[in-house]
């Protein structure tokens, strides 16, 4: 190879690897987490600016010398590497705090955008800062000097290459670990449905912050390693736009998908931006890169319409066959509830106290007062608009209360966020379904196992070798259920494929994996065929006889009649009567509140 | 007109649902379902949740698929039709919630409702709506968002009426209300609706004021038409309490027979 | 002259254009729930439309008028051909967010490819000021606080006493039950693209004016500050919207007083992330915040 080709190539090449870092990061926050991050081009530059000030050394400003800026050092390779990692994790960490919060997700793109227009215009005035609209240049190429070699050497060059081959190998290694973990199948668990997920106990602003702060510092490592091969970086280098290339590269590749994440990196980034700088130019100064950014936008456009999953959709996980001996975990008992030794049966595990509720001065929910009884089926009923689901809501902690208190195995539990209270066991399905709609059968049971090995990012690193024992006996506690719900035929198809009713069954699984101690059910026979329901009202049966608590709403009252120990009747927000069926039967209210309301 | 029953007669000029079978994909909610509403009647479709009442609404105003049977008002098939279309053709549709436009005025919904009417025949039609509710009147300048439960009821119903309606559709009208706010709303506005002409369907899960203002009654079980007949004849059935509270009613009854042999 | 008093009218100024602008773009996203990120370069396109018909020898008014349709035609094509075809197919918001994005790209980096990157400027016969208070304005100037007053009023005549503009709140609130009404939302909904394009179009000539020079990327460039004006006031309240550019104006240019001009528009931005972060349903609004509930 001629060295003109030779360095043609390396340099696509080095193009390649940054863009792959930046491609997997972006897949990691908005493929997988679902986080539209409008500002991610900010965490490129924050490495490049910190990887360069820590490799050009003092500051020099003018009229000394030529350029001004903060933290100058010469630290040793890689640290600067390191060092920018460990910022662009900072600022997304900071930038998260403000700007995840739960907001529509074009409101949370705009504020992210805005984070990033900001701090272009701080850099740019901020001439101490990064040395302003000039920006830093004469960055050293890392190690050069050491191997004795000019970095205008095409040595040098493959050289980088290499270090760039290393980085990039070590950043899909930690987006692989991350996203084929159980933490990964959390966060794509949270992207589907953030609801339901809070239902289950996952704490979604923490998973949410996990993906962006890991995302970030990858980013940053992209920007250090292209600063320290174009050795130079401006407000010029970070245009808002790139973020959007970057975009384009995910959904035109696959977004939830890594390899996806490759090809769409190798595609836009590269073939379609850097490598046509190569070719002439034509036409007027600056065509051909409008032209692109034509192109990328309609890339956008084109792919979701026809493609919205990308070239490589996002893989449907399977689950091998349970290796024998492999586990030295010991899985819970399937159906797993465990029903607390200090809990005798008909004691009350869970009881409200005067819980009230006001939506703008309507009053939703008045008055409601009751107990459920410990290893019985308690029923809810009453009327359109009695306030059954408000109730539900508030003691899932979904919907707080306006005022009144929540008790739950004796403590107050009525300032516990969600899923805090899901995580003491107490589980709640909804009247919508709500299954992981990309997310398969078996992996929508599987998910719901509460602190399971591998659903931090500590055990997610440490790879399969860590939580593959403990989850091959959740899988097999899956199918234990699966066989039990006689849906074993459906285990790898994806829970949005599936119809209405086996939705349903799909619910109360995943419920009934998150260890519930208290199940709250709001109307699981909804919309579901009678022989389903039947089935639904029998697997209900058969798990209070198991021991397990619930409370149901539902409007069906034959099947409150056959399943339900003790029924709570509401009306117009109030609780009008409370107390075993026989004494229902008997009472005039009831009647009343359904027959003339 | 050469039909053989009395009863086609009024009915051509009402509306007319039969066997219709419609859903949302899947099995099918309404199972060929077939009802007659004759101008100056309350029809009453009452049933328990998830009987197929709001499928039933949907199928009427067309924002559910027909997948066989006929919708027809006035004698025109309008089962094709889209439903901007069915309310030109004089079909009058009040849901059973957001069923006024929050950010107009009271004045500003009545006129929508008569959106398809000349300007000047709209005014008109208006102030036969405050006649008719005069309640509504002094608050003709606020916002609908601000109203109560009650008045945003009768704004909803008094807004389809500005169209004026041959056939009026009523989901659930006293969902929301208190047991005296219904009875007021059925027995003297949706009552006196009727008396003008107008076919009123009335859609309910509270039953049995429901059968107390309509003449005929359809108890919906299903998606099927369990039990229909004169309104008076059904209220008086032991078993519509059976369909409402299953086996649990039948002891109510029971009971209640007792303090009635008591006192 | 004092530098508050010059700076308070900079920021009427500019608070009419937002107003124009921020207008337009509620209506648009009160009617159809879509954030449309190509809004500014719509803007761009109707201001080179205006210096095109300038450079054809139109007399300034016709050139506006001559951008304020083509902001129209192009809202109303891009509505009717892009947008309502995903949002027919059911698009979840963060596709819709990531379709308007593309067309954005597509129309500003078009432009630019067609028109090229330099700076063009509309004629503006400089010279005459007026005294007005504490604050010098040009001709110009004053012609767009006028036009902003005008269109506001329109507006506001429109979407309170005509049919079509009750129509429109009545979509924006309740496209349901507008259709059991018997409205052909469509349509209505069509309109609605027309009139926040037309103004779309004349705020992006008000805009050309005001700076001296202007390029293809102008109108993006102020996109944030109106989309902060819009969501100050709350989204789909037109008046709401009015308020916003006057808060988000004034704050901008007065704001110049006490930091770096350059900082100015983050002045803007930073109202917009507050504004997003506490209040999403803006400062007004009771509407909004029920859409809010049910996305």
Redesign the interface.
């Known amino acids: 190879m001629s060295s003109a080709v030779q360095l043609y190539v390396s340099t696509l090449l080095i193009y390649l690897g940054v863009d792959i870092i930046a491609a997997l990061a972006l897949n990691l926050q908005f493929g997988v987490a679902g986080i539209v991050n409008f500002s991610f081009i900010l965490f490129q530059a924050v490495g490049a600016y910190v990887a360069a000030v820590l490799t050009l050394g003092p500051s020099t400003p003018p009229p000394a010398g030529f350029q001004d800026y903060v933290l100058g050092a010469t630290l040793p390779y890689p640290l600067p590497l390191i060092a920018a990692a460990g910022a662009g994790g900072l600022l997304s960490l900071a930038i998260g705090v403000v700007g995840l919060r739960r907001l529509r997700t074009d409101y949370q793109a705009m504020v992210l955008l805005v984070f990033s227009l900001i701090a272009t215009i701080v850099v740019t005035n901020e001439t101490g800062l990064f040395n302003g609209s000039n920006g830093l240049s004469l960055v050293p190429k890392p190690l050069a000097d050491v191997l004795g070699l000019s970095p205008y050497d095409i040595g040098y060059q493959w050289f980088f290459v290499g270090i760039v081959a290393v980085v990039c190998v070590m950043a899909y290694g930690v987006v692989h670990a991350i996203t084929s973990s159980p933490l990964g199948r959390n966060l794509r668990a949270m992207r589907d449905n953030e609801h339901a997920a809070t239902a289950l106990g996952k704490d979604v602003t923490r998973l949410r912050m996990l993906a962006f702060v890991v995302g970030g510092a990858l980013a940053a490592v992209s920007g250090a390693l292209l600063v320290e091969f174009i050795s130079a970086w401006s407000p010029g280098s970070w245009f808002l736009p790139e973020t959007f290339s970057f975009f384009a590269a995910v959904i035109v590749g696959g977004a939830g998908n890594n390899f996806g994440a490759i090809v769409g990196a190798l595609l836009v980034p590269v073939a379609f931006l850097e490598a046509t700088s190569f070719i002439p130019t034509f036409g007027r100064a600056g065509l051909v890169e409008s032209l692109k950014w034509v192109a990328v936008g309609l890339l956008i456009m084109i792919f979701l319409a026809f493609w919205p999953r990308g070239i490589f959709p996002e893989r449907r996980r399977r689950f091998r066959a349970s290796r024998t001996g492999a586990a030295s975990y010991t899985p819970a008992p399937s159906p797993c509830f465990v029903r607390g030794t200090d809990q005798p049966v008909d004691s009350a595990l869970l009881e409200a106290r005067s819980l009230r509720r006001e939506y703008g001065g309507v009053h939703a929910v008045e008055e409601a007062s009751f107990t459920v009884p410990t290893g019985r089926i308690t029923g809810l009923i009453g009327p359109n608009g009695a306030g059954k689901t408000t109730v539900l809501g508030m003691l899932a902690g979904a919907v707080a209360v306006s005022a009144g208190d929540v008790l739950y195995q004796g403590a107050v539990i009525t300032r516990l966020a969600p899923h805090q209270r899901a995580q003491r066991g107490l589980i709640r399905t909804f009247q919508q379904s709500s299954e992981f709609t990309n997310l398969s059968v078996l992996e929508n049971l599987v998910v719901a196992v509460p602190r399971a090995r591998g659903d931090g990012l500590a055990g997610a690193l440490l790879t399969k070798r860590y939580w593959r024992g403990q989850q091959e006996a959740e899988v097999d506690r899956a199918r234990a259920l699966l066989e039990r719900f006689a849906m074993t035929p459906q285990q790898d198809e994806l829970a949005g494929s599936l119809s209405g009713g086996q939705r349903r069954l799909v619910e109360i699984m995943r419920a009934l994996m998150a260890c519930p101690q208290l199940l709250l059910l709001d109307e699981p026979m909804a919309g579901v065929n009678p022989t389903l329901a039947r089935r639904i009202e029998e697997h209900l049966a058969d798990l209070r006889a198991d021991g397990l608590t619930m409370l149901m709403v539902e409007h069906e009252l034959g099947v409150v009649d056959r399943l339900c120990d003790a029924v709570i009747v509401m009306a117009r927000g109030r609780v009008i009567a409370h107390g075993p069926m026989s004494t229902l039967r008997v009472n005039q209210d009831v009647l009343d509140a359904y027959l003339i309301g | 007109m050469p039909t053989s029953s009395g009863n086609a007669g009024p009915a051509a000029q009402g509306l007319e649902v039969a066997d219709v079978v419609a859903g949302y994909g899947?099995?099918p909610v309404l199972k060929g379902l077939s009802l007659t509403v004759s101008p100056g009647q309350v029809v009453a479709v009452v049933g328990?949740?998830?009987a197929g009442k709001s499928t039933l609404m949907r199928a009427i105003?067309g924002?559910v698929r027909i997948s066989s049977g006929i919708v027809t008002i006035g004698g025109v098939d309008i089962t094709k039709w889209s439903?901007?279309r069915r309310?030109?053709h004089g079909l009058g549709?009040v849901?059973q919630s957001?069923?006024?436009?929050?950010?107009?005025t009271v004045q500003?919904n009545l006129?929508?409702?008569g959106?398809?009417l000349p300007?000047r025949e709209v005014d008109d039609r208006i102030t036969n709506v405050f006649s008719l509710f005069p309640s509504l009147l002094p608050l003709r300048t606020r916002v609908a968002?601000k109203l109560s439960g009650g008045e945003r009821k009768l704004l909803g119903i008094g807004?389809a009426l500005v169209?004026t309606p041959t056939v009026l559709l009523l989901d659930?009208p006293?969902?929301?209300?208190?047991?005296e706010l219904?009875k007021v709303i059925l027995t003297e506005h949706v009552r006196r609706l009727a008396d003008t002409g107008v076919a009123v369907l009335l859609v309910e899960?509270?039953?049995?004021?429901a059968l107390e203002v309509s003449d005929w009654a359809h108890v919906l079980v299903?998606g099927e038409t369990r039990i229909s007949g004169p309104s008076g004849e059904v209220l008086a059935r032991r078993d519509i309490?059976e369909v409402?509270?299953?086996?649990?009613?039948l002891?109510?009854e029971a009971?209640?027979a007792e303090d009635g042999k008591r006192s | 002259m004092s530098i508050v008093g010059s700076s308070i009218g900079f920021g009427l100024i500019t608070a009419s254009i937002l107003a124009i602008a921020a207008v337009g773009f509620t209506l648009q996203f009160g009617v159809t729930n879509i954030l449309n990120l190509a809004y500014g370069d719509i803007m761009t396109a109707a201001a080179f439309a205006a210096y095109f018909a300038t450079k054809g020898g139109a007399p300034l008014w016709l050139a506006a008028v001559a951008g304020s349709l083509a902001g129209a035609v192009l809202s109303v094509l891009l509505n009717r051909f892009v947008y309502s075809w995903f949002a027919r197919r059911g698009a979840k918001l963060f596709a819709m967010i990531m379709v308007t994005l593309g067309a954005s790209l597509v129309v500003q980096n078009g432009m630019t490819a067609v028109f090229g990157p330099d700076f063009v400027s509309l004629p503006t016969s400089a010279g005459t000021t007026y005294q007005v208070g504490p604050a010098i304005f040009t001709g110009p100037q004053l012609a767009i606080v006028a036009l902003a007053l005008l269109a506001m009023a329109g507006v506001h005549s429109l979407l309170r006493y005509t049919r079509l503009g009750q129509a429109m709140r009545a979509t924006a609130t309740n496209p349901d039950l507008a259709r059991s009404c018997g409205m052909a939302t469509n349509r209505i909904i069509d309109a609605a693209w027309l009139l926040s394009g037309l103004l779309c179009g004349l705020a992006g000539v008000a805009l050309a004016l005001n700076l001296s020079t202007f390029t293809t990327g102008t109108g993006g460039t102020f996109l944030i500050p109106v989309i902060a004006a819009a969501v100050l006031g709350g989204i789909g309240q037109p008046y709401g919207a009015m308020l916003g550019a006057l808060v988000i104006g004034l704050a901008t240019e007065v704001s110049v007083t006490v930091v770096s001009p350059s900082y100015k528009t983050v002045v803007a931005f930073a109202i917009l992330i507050v504004v997003l972060l506490f209040r999403p349903q803006g400062i007004l609004s009771e509407v909004a915040m029920a859409k809010e509930i049910a996305t």
């Open positions: 899947g099995a328990p949740n998830g105003t924002t439903s901007e309310s030109r549709y849901p957001r069923d006024v436009f929050d950010s107009l500003e006129s929508m409702g959106y398809m300007k968002s807004r169209a659930e006293t969902a929301s209300l208190s047991p219904s899960q509270k039953a049995l004021q299903g309490r409402f509270l299953g086996a649990a009613a002891a109510i009971s209640t």
